[in-house]
Nanobody, 122 residues
């Protein structure tokens, strides 16, 4: 059974940091992109960041460039999202996803985690 399990969310103050983890199991994600999306209350799920299988290509939505960093640890089968300089507008449920095609919408992603809540206070 393929699983993506996010952790690391919580409450942070504006300007603070959090590190999200996405532990994968059940298969090897060779040639898969790993991505992070987020969904604020009452809004649609939106792309945040993605990393290629090789790890040499990273992609970010404009609003998080320079603040968030995506990485992956092959030995631990884990993908990370480092969140720095947090803003209240970063408050959302953050989801990890795996897909063979990189798209900035939620379709075409094959596997999803259950999400982890990030709340940023002002």
């Amino acid at each position: 059974q393929v699983q993506l399990v996010e952790s690391g969310g919580g409450l942070a103050q504006a300007g603070g940091s959090l590190r999200l983890s996405c532990a994968t199991s059940g298969r090897t994600f060779t040639n898969y992109f790993m991505g992070w999306f987020r969904q604020a209350p009452g809004k649609e799920r939106k792309f945040v960041a993605a990393i290629s299988w090789s790890g040499d290509r990273n992609y970010y939505t404009d609003s998080v460039k320079g603040r968030f960093t995506i990485s992956r640890d092959y030995a631990k089968n884990t993908v990370y999202l480092q969140l720095n300089s947090l803003k209240p507008e970063d408050t959302a449920v953050y989801y990890c996803a795996a897909g063979r095609i990189l798209v900035l919408t939620t379709d075409q992603w094959d596997y999803w985690g259950q999400g982890t809540q990030v709340t940023v206070s002002s």
